[in-house]
């Protein structure tokens, strides 16, 4: 059974720094595309950056420069590092995985991360 489970959210103020953990069991890491996601209140959930199984990221504009996603070497535990936070990264943290051979995507249950003074 695949699970994910998300840690390290918190409440910091701005410009600060915080880093998500997202631990995932139940599948081997290769051919599993990982990302985070958050949602703020009142809006649509967005993809803040993602990793692919062969180690190739994306982020979102708003996170460029700010954020850095990374894999563990076993690939099947994804970090978000967040440096510089501003109000506006305020929302649920998701952690997802997406394999080809999948159904769908799983999602972990999120954590919040609130930047505020």
């Known amino acids: 059974q695949v699970q994910l489970a998300e840690s390290g959210g918190g409440v910091v103020q701005p410009g600060g720094s915080l880093r998500l953990s997202c631990a995932g069991s139940g599948f081997f890491g290769s051919f599993t595309d990982m990302g985070w996601y958050r949602q703020a209140p009142g809006k649509q959930r967005e993809l803040v950056a993602s990793v692919t199984s062969g180690g190739l990221t994306s982020y979102a504009d708003s996170v460029k420069g700010r954020f850095a996603i990374s894999r563990s070497g076993a690939k099947n535990t994804v970090y978000l590092q967040m440096n510089d936070l501003k109000p506006e990264d305020t929302a649920v943290y998701y952690c997802?995985?997406?394999?080809?051979?999948?159904?769908?995507?799983?999602w972990g249950q999120g954590t919040q991360v609130t930047v505020s003074s």
């Open positions: 997802n995985a997406e394999r080809p051979d999948w159904a769908t995507g799983y």
